[in-house]
């Protein structure tokens, strides 16, 4: 007959085996008791939704700058084509938006502070929706700055979406000539856009160099203000003011000019009589709109939004908050 024996405690001085005896279960609402010697790991950080202070702004700046640079040609391109078709959609809502006000008796800047927030679109679009846009794009210079950028690489970025945000904008102008969205409101919205493309033609260069610097300046500011943002709401906020007040200053954005011209020149060369005879106007009357009004315009933009965006605020911004680090050495 078996019987049941309990082994012999180890003796002192012998080597037995651990067993590791369960822990005890937990109450019910209880966790149970972490076993001795494992490791707990550490609580975790708190959630903050305060925006970031201007020093991680830089930092988080220049990592976009970067990441923007490297991006794939194909993509670039694409995403470029989108950012110049959602401005060239700001610019048609802040044109719909400018309309008829001329011989009503309200004060100007009701209409341009209206065309300012309609035009808001554009970069909430290219922001949250996600696109490389040029004048944004000035703001890589903050990579370049601290050597995480190679020269070639900027402007490999800038030359692929200049010319993909004019093929977006230009495409959108066609599309929306195409829907005869001139003769709505009694060719009221054609003669708006005819009105304001003229405006822009007539200017001289230094005056355009001018505009351009401080379009792109509040832009730059914008989307600097935006890498603050911790939502969606808060990426909306900080591009709302300065772009309405660019917009409601006058000042000139060259992406949207993409659209402004090419659409102008498309009114004026394609647009039936009625059009004319409807608003009063002859294609006459728009000397500016034309390829070489386009041309003279566009290169001093160009080249005042540059200032702007990139040594007005990017450089500025480097300088004061990533020019003592270390340079990186790029590959």
């Known amino acids: 007959m078996a019987t049941n024996r309990r082994p012999a405690p180890a003796r002192a001085g012998e080597q037995g085996t651990r ?13 149970p008791a972490p076993a001795s010697g494992a490791r707990t790991a550490p609580p975790p950080a708190p959630l903050s939704v305060d925006a970031l202070l201007p020093a991680d702004m830089a930092a988080k700046a220049e990592a976009i700058g970067v990441r923007k640079a490297g991006l794939p040609a194909v993509d670039l391109f694409v995403l470029a084509l989108l950012a110049g078709a959602f401005i060239a959609l ?6 719909v938006a400018g309309t ?5 008796g309200w004060p100007m800047g009701v209409q341009r502070l209206l065309m300012g ?3 808001c679109l554009g970069l909430i679009l290219v922001v949250v929706g996600g696109a490389e846009l040029f004048t944004g794009n000035n703001l890589i210079v903050m990579a370049w700055a601290g050597g995480r950028v190679r020269t070639t690489m900027l402007l490999r970025n800038w030359a692929i979406v200049y010319v993909g945000n004019l093929v977006g904008a230009v495409v959108t102008a066609a599309l929306v000539f195409g829907g005869r969205q001139y003769t709505f409101g009694g060719g009221l919205t054609g003669l708006q856009a005819l009105s304001m493309a003229e405006s822009k033609g007539a200017l001289g ?8 610097i401080l379009c792109n300046g509040l832009v730059c500011l914008a989307v600097w203000l935006t890498y603050s943002a911790r939502s969606t709401s808060d990426k909306i906020l900080a591009i709302l003011f300065p772009i309405t007040a660019f917009v409601a200053a006058g000042f000139e954005h ?15 060369a394609w647009a039936p009589a009625s059009f004319w005879e409807s608003i009063g106007k002859t294609a006459a009357d728009y000397p500016h709109i034309s ?32 020019r003592k680090r270390p340079k990186t050495t790029t590959s």
């Open 117 to 119: 927030l309609s035009f």
């Open 19 to 31: 067993v590791a005896l369960p822990a005890a279960p937990a109450h019910d609402g209880e966790k």
């Open 90 to 95: 700001g610019a048609l809502f802040a044109t």
């Open 205 to 212: 260069f230094v005056q355009a160099l001018a505009l351009g």
């Open 291 to 322: 390829w070489n009004g386009f041309l003279l315009n566009m290169l001093p933009v160009t080249i005042g939004n540059i200032i702007g965006g990139s040594l007005l605020v990017g450089g500025i911004y480097w300088w004061v908050y990533l």
């Open 254 to 268: 060259s992406v949207a000019n993409m659209y402004f011209f090419p659409y102008a020149m498309m009114v004026k």
């Open 100 to 104: 008829g006000f001329t011989g009503s």
